[in-house]
Protein backbone atom coordinates (compact mmCIF):
# COMPACT_ATOMS: atom_id res chain seq x y z
CA UNK A 1 0.00 0.00 0.00
CA UNK A 2 1.47 3.26 -1.27
CA UNK A 3 0.44 6.99 0.40
CA UNK A 4 0.78 8.36 -3.53
CA UNK A 5 0.80 7.02 -6.38
CA UNK A 6 1.74 9.28 -9.18
CA UNK A 7 0.94 7.87 -12.84
CA UNK A 8 3.24 9.63 -15.67
CA UNK A 9 6.93 10.49 -15.46
CA UNK A 10 6.74 14.06 -17.53
CA UNK A 11 7.75 17.33 -15.65
CA UNK A 12 4.04 17.46 -13.58
CA UNK A 13 4.03 13.62 -12.57
CA UNK A 14 8.27 14.10 -11.49
CA UNK A 15 6.88 17.26 -9.68
CA UNK A 16 4.31 15.81 -8.30
CA UNK A 17 6.07 12.58 -7.24
CA UNK A 18 9.50 14.15 -5.66
CA UNK A 19 7.68 16.67 -3.88
CA UNK A 20 5.06 14.24 -2.22
CA UNK A 21 8.10 11.92 -1.72
CA UNK A 22 9.96 15.01 -0.31
CA UNK A 23 6.67 15.53 2.73
CA UNK A 24 7.15 12.12 3.58
CA UNK A 25 4.78 10.68 1.80
CA UNK A 26 4.99 6.90 0.81
CA UNK A 27 4.82 7.60 -3.23
CA UNK A 28 5.36 5.31 -6.21
CA UNK A 29 5.59 6.96 -9.78
CA UNK A 30 4.12 4.93 -12.74
CA UNK A 31 5.73 5.59 -16.48
CA UNK A 32 4.15 3.62 -19.40
CA UNK A 33 7.40 4.20 -21.77
CA UNK A 34 10.62 3.19 -20.95
CA UNK A 35 11.89 6.06 -19.57
CA UNK A 36 11.31 9.56 -17.71
CA UNK A 37 10.49 12.75 -19.91
CA UNK A 38 10.39 11.67 -23.35
CA UNK A 39 8.51 15.14 -24.33
CA UNK A 40 10.45 17.57 -22.15
CA UNK A 41 13.19 16.10 -24.03
CA UNK A 42 11.97 17.30 -27.19
CA UNK A 43 10.59 20.92 -25.96
CA UNK A 44 12.49 24.33 -27.14
CA UNK A 45 13.74 22.26 -29.90
CA UNK A 46 15.42 20.13 -27.19
CA UNK A 47 16.84 23.26 -25.71
CA UNK A 48 14.10 23.37 -22.87
CA UNK A 49 12.03 26.53 -22.72
CA UNK A 50 11.30 25.75 -19.03
CA UNK A 51 9.56 28.91 -18.15
CA UNK A 52 9.02 32.68 -19.01
CA UNK A 53 10.67 35.67 -16.96
CA UNK A 54 7.51 37.66 -16.83
CA UNK A 55 7.26 38.74 -13.33
CA UNK A 56 4.32 40.09 -13.63
CA UNK A 57 1.70 37.27 -12.42
CA UNK A 58 -1.00 38.52 -14.05
CA UNK A 59 0.73 39.28 -17.30
CA UNK A 60 1.88 35.66 -17.36
CA UNK A 61 -1.36 34.04 -16.59
CA UNK A 62 -2.84 36.55 -19.76
CA UNK A 63 -0.66 34.36 -22.02
CA UNK A 64 -3.15 31.23 -21.27
CA UNK A 65 -6.51 30.70 -22.84
CA UNK A 66 -9.26 31.53 -20.49
CA UNK A 67 -9.37 28.84 -18.24
CA UNK A 68 -5.71 30.09 -17.06
CA UNK A 69 -7.02 31.91 -14.65
CA UNK A 70 -7.24 29.09 -12.62
CA UNK A 71 -3.53 29.00 -12.36
CA UNK A 72 -3.41 32.13 -10.20
CA UNK A 73 -3.26 29.81 -6.78
CA UNK A 74 -0.39 27.65 -7.71
CA UNK A 75 1.28 30.80 -9.38
CA UNK A 76 1.09 32.74 -6.28
CA UNK A 77 2.45 29.54 -4.14
CA UNK A 78 4.76 28.00 -7.05
CA UNK A 79 5.88 30.60 -9.92
CA UNK A 80 9.05 30.86 -12.14
CA UNK A 81 11.34 32.79 -9.69
CA UNK A 82 10.50 29.11 -7.22
CA UNK A 83 11.47 27.14 -10.40
CA UNK A 84 14.38 28.30 -11.10
CA UNK A 85 15.87 28.51 -7.57
CA UNK A 86 14.51 25.06 -7.41
CA UNK A 87 16.88 23.98 -10.08
CA UNK A 88 19.61 26.46 -9.36
CA UNK A 89 19.86 24.82 -5.66
CA UNK A 90 20.49 21.34 -7.80
CA UNK A 91 23.52 23.06 -10.06
CA UNK A 92 21.44 24.51 -12.86
CA UNK A 93 21.72 27.88 -14.14
CA UNK A 94 19.70 29.53 -16.84
CA UNK A 95 19.76 32.64 -19.38
CA UNK A 96 17.06 34.83 -20.74
CA UNK A 97 16.41 34.76 -24.37
CA UNK A 98 14.14 36.50 -26.47
CA UNK A 99 10.22 37.64 -25.34
CA UNK A 100 11.45 36.43 -21.93
CA UNK A 101 12.35 32.65 -23.08
CA UNK A 102 14.22 30.97 -20.31
CA UNK A 103 16.26 28.42 -20.83
CA UNK A 104 19.31 26.00 -19.70
CA UNK A 105 22.74 27.55 -20.18
CA UNK A 106 24.21 24.04 -21.14
CA UNK A 107 20.95 24.47 -24.11
CA UNK A 108 20.21 21.19 -23.02
CA UNK A 109 17.06 19.33 -22.44
CA UNK A 110 18.70 16.43 -20.39
CA UNK A 111 20.10 18.64 -17.93
CA UNK A 112 16.40 19.28 -16.59
CA UNK A 113 15.24 16.07 -17.18
CA UNK A 114 18.63 14.67 -14.86
CA UNK A 115 17.60 16.94 -12.03
CA UNK A 116 14.06 15.94 -12.05
CA UNK A 117 14.68 12.21 -12.44
CA UNK A 118 17.32 12.60 -9.51
CA UNK A 119 14.93 14.78 -7.06
CA UNK A 120 12.38 11.75 -7.55
CA UNK A 121 14.70 9.27 -6.71
CA UNK A 122 16.28 11.01 -3.77
CA UNK A 123 13.34 12.20 -2.19
CA UNK A 124 12.65 8.43 -1.89
CA UNK A 125 10.05 7.75 -4.45
CA UNK A 126 10.23 4.54 -6.34
CA UNK A 127 9.59 5.06 -10.17
CA UNK A 128 8.64 1.90 -12.42
CA UNK A 129 9.13 1.76 -16.22
CA UNK A 130 6.95 0.07 -18.79
CA UNK A 131 4.01 -0.10 -16.63
CA UNK A 132 0.88 0.92 -18.23
CA UNK A 133 -1.81 1.55 -16.25
CA UNK A 134 -4.96 0.26 -17.02
CA UNK A 135 -7.56 1.16 -14.73
CA UNK A 136 -8.44 3.02 -11.44
CA UNK A 137 -10.80 1.44 -9.10
CA UNK A 138 -11.53 3.04 -5.89
CA UNK A 139 -12.85 1.18 -3.63
CA UNK A 140 -13.83 3.08 0.15
CA UNK A 141 -10.67 5.30 0.67
CA UNK A 142 -8.70 2.78 -1.64
CA UNK A 143 -7.57 3.20 -5.02
CA UNK A 144 -6.87 0.19 -6.89
CA UNK A 145 -4.29 0.40 -10.03
CA UNK A 146 -4.19 -2.33 -12.53
CA UNK A 147 -1.55 -2.28 -14.82
CA UNK A 148 -1.26 -4.50 -18.29
CA UNK A 149 1.39 -6.54 -17.65
CA UNK A 150 -0.92 -8.46 -14.71
CA UNK A 151 0.37 -6.55 -11.37
CA UNK A 152 -1.46 -3.62 -9.57
CA UNK A 153 -0.90 -1.28 -6.79
CA UNK A 154 -2.91 0.36 -3.76
CA UNK A 155 -3.18 4.04 -2.72
CA UNK A 156 -4.94 6.32 -0.55
CA UNK A 157 -3.98 9.08 -3.02
CA UNK A 158 -4.03 9.62 -7.00
CA UNK A 159 -1.99 12.10 -9.25
CA UNK A 160 -2.83 12.33 -12.36
CA UNK A 161 -0.56 13.50 -15.17
CA UNK A 162 -0.94 11.60 -18.09
CA UNK A 163 -0.51 14.44 -20.47
CA UNK A 164 -2.73 15.29 -23.37
CA UNK A 165 -2.83 13.95 -27.36
CA UNK A 166 0.42 15.56 -28.71
CA UNK A 167 2.99 13.56 -29.13
CA UNK A 168 1.72 10.37 -28.23
CA UNK A 169 5.16 8.63 -29.24
CA UNK A 170 5.82 10.25 -25.69
CA UNK A 171 3.40 7.94 -23.82
CA UNK A 172 0.76 10.67 -24.24
CA UNK A 173 -2.51 8.87 -25.37
CA UNK A 174 -5.42 10.54 -23.85
CA UNK A 175 -5.74 7.87 -21.29
CA UNK A 176 -6.04 10.44 -18.80
CA UNK A 177 -9.43 11.68 -20.27
CA UNK A 178 -10.66 8.20 -20.20
CA UNK A 179 -9.88 7.76 -17.19
CA UNK A 180 -11.32 10.95 -15.62
CA UNK A 181 -14.57 10.52 -17.93
CA UNK A 182 -14.88 7.12 -16.63
CA UNK A 183 -14.73 8.43 -12.76
CA UNK A 184 -17.42 11.56 -13.49
CA UNK A 185 -15.30 14.44 -14.47
CA UNK A 186 -16.01 16.41 -17.53
CA UNK A 187 -13.26 16.47 -20.11
CA UNK A 188 -13.23 19.59 -22.57
CA UNK A 189 -12.57 18.00 -26.31
CA UNK A 190 -9.46 18.11 -26.76
CA UNK A 191 -8.28 19.65 -30.12
CA UNK A 192 -4.43 20.63 -31.40
CA UNK A 193 -3.04 23.81 -30.08
CA UNK A 194 0.52 25.29 -31.02
CA UNK A 195 0.15 23.73 -34.01
CA UNK A 196 0.96 24.27 -37.65
CA UNK A 197 -1.75 25.71 -40.31
CA UNK A 198 -2.05 23.24 -43.88
CA UNK A 199 -2.98 26.04 -46.85
CA UNK A 200 -4.93 25.08 -49.99
CA UNK A 201 -2.51 27.56 -52.19
CA UNK A 202 -0.26 25.49 -54.75
CA UNK A 203 3.01 27.21 -54.75
CA UNK A 204 3.84 26.76 -51.23
CA UNK A 205 6.84 24.71 -52.37
CA UNK A 206 8.02 27.79 -53.79
CA UNK A 207 7.87 29.54 -50.96
CA UNK A 208 9.42 26.84 -47.81
CA UNK A 209 11.64 28.55 -45.43
CA UNK A 210 10.78 31.88 -46.73
CA UNK A 211 10.47 34.04 -43.22
CA UNK A 212 9.42 37.22 -41.34
CA UNK A 213 10.83 38.51 -38.05
CA UNK A 214 7.49 40.78 -37.85
CA UNK A 215 4.40 40.02 -40.02
CA UNK A 216 0.92 40.66 -39.22
CA UNK A 217 -1.85 37.88 -39.82
CA UNK A 218 -5.58 38.55 -40.16
CA UNK A 219 -7.62 35.40 -39.86
CA UNK A 220 -11.27 35.64 -41.66
CA UNK A 221 -14.29 33.17 -41.34
CA UNK A 222 -16.54 34.02 -44.22
CA UNK A 223 -15.13 37.42 -45.00
CA UNK A 224 -15.45 38.14 -41.51
CA UNK A 225 -12.21 39.35 -39.20
CA UNK A 226 -12.07 37.08 -36.24
CA UNK A 227 -8.65 37.29 -35.10
CA UNK A 228 -5.74 39.58 -35.82
CA UNK A 229 -2.13 39.11 -34.17
CA UNK A 230 1.27 40.12 -35.17
CA UNK A 231 4.96 38.57 -34.99
CA UNK A 232 7.54 35.71 -36.09
CA UNK A 233 6.60 33.61 -39.27
CA UNK A 234 7.53 31.28 -41.36
CA UNK A 235 6.44 29.18 -44.72
CA UNK A 236 6.59 25.41 -44.75
CA UNK A 237 5.88 22.97 -47.23
CA UNK A 238 2.99 22.30 -45.75
CA UNK A 239 1.59 26.23 -45.32
CA UNK A 240 2.73 28.50 -42.68
CA UNK A 241 4.14 28.21 -39.00
CA UNK A 242 6.09 30.69 -36.71
CA UNK A 243 5.27 31.68 -33.24
CA UNK A 244 2.55 34.08 -34.22
CA UNK A 245 0.99 31.21 -36.43
CA UNK A 246 1.21 28.54 -33.47
CA UNK A 247 -0.61 30.97 -30.93
CA UNK A 248 -3.46 31.67 -33.40
CA UNK A 249 -3.98 28.11 -34.48
CA UNK A 250 -6.74 26.91 -31.73
CA UNK A 251 -8.61 29.56 -33.47
CA UNK A 252 -8.25 28.45 -36.97
CA UNK A 253 -8.72 25.19 -35.75
CA UNK A 254 -12.32 25.99 -33.82
CA UNK A 255 -13.67 28.24 -36.95
CA UNK A 256 -13.09 25.33 -39.45
CA UNK A 257 -14.81 22.92 -36.84
CA UNK A 258 -18.01 25.62 -37.03
CA UNK A 259 -18.12 24.96 -40.90
CA UNK A 260 -16.69 28.15 -41.75
CA UNK A 261 -14.50 28.54 -44.43
CA UNK A 262 -11.08 30.63 -43.61
CA UNK A 263 -8.73 32.28 -44.89
CA UNK A 264 -5.39 34.11 -43.71
CA UNK A 265 -4.42 37.61 -44.59
CA UNK A 266 -0.87 38.64 -44.77
CA UNK A 267 0.79 41.57 -44.19
CA UNK A 268 3.87 41.70 -45.19
CA UNK A 269 5.23 45.31 -44.02
CA UNK A 270 3.60 45.93 -40.92
CA UNK A 271 6.16 48.79 -39.56
CA UNK A 272 4.70 51.01 -42.38
CA UNK A 273 0.49 52.36 -42.81
CA UNK A 274 -1.02 51.97 -46.55
CA UNK A 275 0.19 55.83 -46.68
CA UNK A 276 3.92 55.35 -45.82
CA UNK A 277 4.31 52.27 -48.18
CA UNK A 278 2.85 54.28 -50.90
CA UNK A 279 5.13 57.25 -50.22
CA UNK A 280 8.02 54.44 -50.31
CA UNK A 281 6.60 53.01 -53.70
CA UNK A 282 6.55 56.41 -54.85
CA UNK A 283 10.01 57.01 -54.42
CA UNK A 284 11.45 53.98 -55.92
CA UNK A 285 9.12 54.19 -58.66
CA UNK A 286 10.40 58.25 -59.11
CA UNK A 287 14.22 57.39 -58.57
CA UNK A 288 14.08 53.98 -60.87
CA UNK A 289 12.10 54.62 -63.91
CA UNK A 290 13.64 51.85 -66.05
CA UNK A 291 13.86 49.13 -63.47
CA UNK A 292 11.83 45.67 -63.56
CA UNK A 293 8.40 45.75 -61.44
CA UNK A 294 9.91 42.03 -60.23
CA UNK A 295 13.46 43.60 -58.89
CA UNK A 296 12.14 46.50 -57.45
CA UNK A 297 9.40 44.72 -55.55
CA UNK A 298 12.67 42.71 -54.07
CA UNK A 299 13.71 45.99 -52.10
CA UNK A 300 10.19 45.16 -50.08
CA UNK A 301 9.63 41.47 -49.95
CA UNK A 302 11.84 38.37 -50.12
CA UNK A 303 12.48 37.93 -54.00
CA UNK A 304 10.76 33.93 -53.85
CA UNK A 305 7.29 36.28 -53.05
CA UNK A 306 7.21 38.47 -56.09
CA UNK A 307 6.25 35.89 -58.68
CA UNK A 308 3.01 35.18 -57.01
CA UNK A 309 2.56 38.96 -56.14
CA UNK A 310 2.60 40.07 -59.16
CA UNK A 311 0.58 36.85 -60.77
CA UNK A 312 -2.36 37.96 -58.10
CA UNK A 313 -2.28 41.38 -59.59
CA UNK A 314 -1.75 40.80 -61.78
CA UNK A 315 1.20 42.59 -63.88
CA UNK A 316 3.83 41.59 -66.45
CA UNK A 317 7.30 40.98 -64.31
CA UNK A 318 9.01 42.60 -66.96
CA UNK A 319 7.25 45.73 -67.19
CA UNK A 320 9.61 48.70 -66.15
CA UNK A 321 8.20 51.24 -63.53
CA UNK A 322 7.19 53.43 -65.27
CA UNK A 323 4.71 51.64 -67.08
CA UNK A 324 3.01 50.53 -64.13
CA UNK A 325 -0.21 52.16 -63.87
CA UNK A 326 -1.58 53.97 -60.98
CA UNK A 327 -4.43 51.17 -60.85
CA UNK A 328 -1.67 48.11 -60.85
CA UNK A 329 0.61 50.29 -57.95
CA UNK A 330 -2.20 50.59 -55.83
CA UNK A 331 -3.32 46.42 -56.19
CA UNK A 332 0.29 45.95 -55.29
CA UNK A 333 0.11 48.04 -52.15
CA UNK A 334 -2.50 46.09 -51.17
CA UNK A 335 -1.63 42.43 -51.68
CA UNK A 336 2.12 43.98 -49.68
CA UNK A 337 -0.91 44.65 -47.06
CA UNK A 338 -2.76 41.64 -47.10
CA UNK A 339 -1.96 38.89 -49.22
CA UNK A 340 -4.57 36.50 -48.91
CA UNK A 341 -4.06 32.41 -48.15
CA UNK A 342 -6.66 29.89 -48.14
CA UNK A 343 -6.49 27.69 -45.00
CA UNK A 344 -7.58 23.97 -45.85
CA UNK A 345 -6.89 22.73 -42.07
CA UNK A 346 -4.25 22.83 -39.08
CA UNK A 347 -1.80 20.24 -38.49
CA UNK A 348 -3.39 17.20 -36.39
CA UNK A 349 -3.07 16.72 -32.43
CA UNK A 350 -0.65 14.26 -32.70
CA UNK A 351 1.84 16.76 -34.28
CA UNK A 352 0.81 19.51 -31.84
CA UNK A 353 2.84 21.06 -29.34
CA UNK A 354 -0.14 21.10 -26.95
CA UNK A 355 -3.53 19.46 -26.25
CA UNK A 356 -5.92 22.33 -25.82
CA UNK A 357 -9.21 21.21 -23.66
CA UNK A 358 -8.94 18.47 -21.21
CA UNK A 359 -10.41 17.59 -18.06
CA UNK A 360 -12.79 20.75 -16.74
CA UNK A 361 -10.94 23.21 -14.10
CA UNK A 362 -14.25 23.83 -12.82
CA UNK A 363 -13.92 20.17 -11.42
CA UNK A 364 -10.43 20.72 -9.72
CA UNK A 365 -9.34 22.30 -6.31
CA UNK A 366 -7.36 25.50 -7.55
CA UNK A 367 -5.15 25.12 -4.69
CA UNK A 368 -4.27 21.79 -4.36
CA UNK A 369 -5.35 20.18 -7.83
CA UNK A 370 -7.48 17.82 -5.66
CA UNK A 371 -10.99 16.69 -7.75
CA UNK A 372 -14.18 18.11 -6.40
CA UNK A 373 -15.53 14.93 -7.83
CA UNK A 374 -13.65 12.03 -6.25
CA UNK A 375 -12.07 12.44 -3.20
CA UNK A 376 -8.31 11.47 -3.24
CA UNK A 377 -7.76 12.05 -6.86
CA UNK A 378 -5.72 14.59 -7.73
CA UNK A 379 -4.27 16.24 -11.43
CA UNK A 380 -1.72 17.95 -12.69
CA UNK A 381 -0.26 19.42 -15.98
CA UNK A 382 -1.67 19.18 -20.04
CA UNK A 383 -4.35 16.73 -18.75
CA UNK A 384 -6.13 19.70 -16.98
CA UNK A 385 -7.99 22.07 -19.68
CA UNK A 386 -5.44 24.48 -19.48
CA UNK A 387 -3.25 25.85 -22.54
CA UNK A 388 -0.50 28.83 -22.98
CA UNK A 389 1.42 30.21 -25.82
CA UNK A 390 4.83 29.60 -26.76
CA UNK A 391 7.81 30.95 -24.45
CA UNK A 392 7.59 28.65 -21.49
CA UNK A 393 4.42 29.25 -20.26
CA UNK A 394 3.05 25.15 -20.75
CA UNK A 395 6.30 24.20 -18.76
CA UNK A 396 5.43 26.25 -15.72
CA UNK A 397 2.19 25.42 -15.45
CA UNK A 398 2.69 21.74 -15.98
CA UNK A 399 5.51 22.44 -13.32
CA UNK A 400 3.16 24.47 -10.70
CA UNK A 401 0.55 22.12 -10.89
CA UNK A 402 2.66 19.33 -10.67
CA UNK A 403 3.90 20.85 -7.05
CA UNK A 404 0.76 21.82 -5.64
CA UNK A 405 -0.75 17.96 -6.39
CA UNK A 406 2.57 16.80 -5.08
CA UNK A 407 1.69 18.77 -1.56
CA UNK A 408 -1.81 18.76 -1.36
Known amino acids: MFDVIVIGAGPAGMMAAGRSAELGNKTLLLEKTDSSGKKLLLSGNTRCNITNSCENLEDFINNFSESGKFLRNVFSVFFNKELLRFFRKRGLDFKVENNGKVFPVTDRAG ?15 QILYRKEVSDIIKQGDVFEIPTKDNSAYNAKKIILATGGLSYPQTGSTGFGFHIAKKLGHTVIKPKPGLTGIILKNN ?8 SFEDAEISVYADDRLIHKDRGEMIFTHFGISGPVMLHMSHIVYDTLDSGKEVFLSIDFKPNLNHHELGLAFQEEFKNNPAKKISNALKEFVPARLVKRILEAVPVEKDKRLAQVSKEEKSVILEKLKGFKLIVEA ?17 EIDPKTMESKIVKGLYFAGEVIDIDGRTGGYNLQAAFSTGWAAGGG
Not at 111 to 125: A, E, F, P, Q, T
Open 111 to 125: DVLRILVKYVKDSGC
Open 203 to 210: FLKEWQGV
Open 346 to 362: VKPIREAMVTCGGISVK
